[in-house]
């Protein structure tokens, strides 16, 4: 009910000011009015301060929402896309919700992550991770080029350690079949993606 009244005050308040912004010029030199200039300008910062007010709302009701149809883990949301795509197209999908490709940055959030993958996905998934060595090989980012500190790549005695693909394995995934730990592979494989965003 907030919302719908902000909206509606918003709505009266830019009408105001569009009527005072339409006004015809005047024939006559007139004396500067200070007050109804001060009072417009008043009028102007208030329009401004209820639009910070209504995106900071929009920006707290979608977060929400991906919460309630994903999960919270450590002051962050994730939310499942079980449609496999490229890392570049799952990474361009989340970037346009306004995340980024899941990025596990303790070993908390990466068993909790994969329990969620586990849950929205299905067992014996894979879904890409948010960082890669495209730029430098064997130099692990994330999406905004800082070197990733944790780390779960696969170190069994059964495969080869991973990150094991060279130059061409440049993306991330997390195996829940393999208990959270994660693999190199080509970067145009089609995989699920977890997007992830950060609660403000």
Not at 62 to 67: F, G, I, S
Not at 120 to 130: K, N, R, Y
């Amino acid at each position: 009910m907030e919302f719908k009244g902000v909206c509606v005050l918003l709505g009266v308040l830019v009408l105001v000011n569009c009527s005072f912004q339409q006004r015809p010029p005047r024939k006559k030199p007139v004396k500067k009015d200070t007050a109804k200039d001060a009072d417009i300008k008043d009028l102007q910062k208030q329009i401004n301060d209820i639009i910070q007010e209504l995106n900071v709302v929009k920006e707290q009701q979608v977060l929400q929402t991906v919460c309630l149809k994903g999960v919270k883990i450590n002051n962050k949301c994730f939310l499942a896309d079980t449609v496999g795509k490229s890392y570049r197209a799952a990474s361009e999908d989340c970037n346009a919700r306004g995340g980024v490709l899941g990025t596990p940055t303790s070993s908390d959030d990466n068993d909790r992550l994969r329990d969620y993958i586990r849950q929205s996905i299905g067992p014996d998934e894979q879904v890409w991770l948010g960082f890669n060595d495209m730029v430098t090989e064997g130099r692990w980012v994330d999406q905004t080029g800082v070197s990733i500190i944790y780390k779960n790549w696969d170190t069994s005695n059964n495969r080869s350690p991973q990150p094991d693909g060279g130059q061409s394995h440049n993306c991330a995934f997390l195996s829940e079949a393999s208990r959270g730990k994660w693999f190199d592979e080509n970067c145009r494989e089609e995989k699920p993606s977890v997007c992830q965003f950060n609660i403000v």
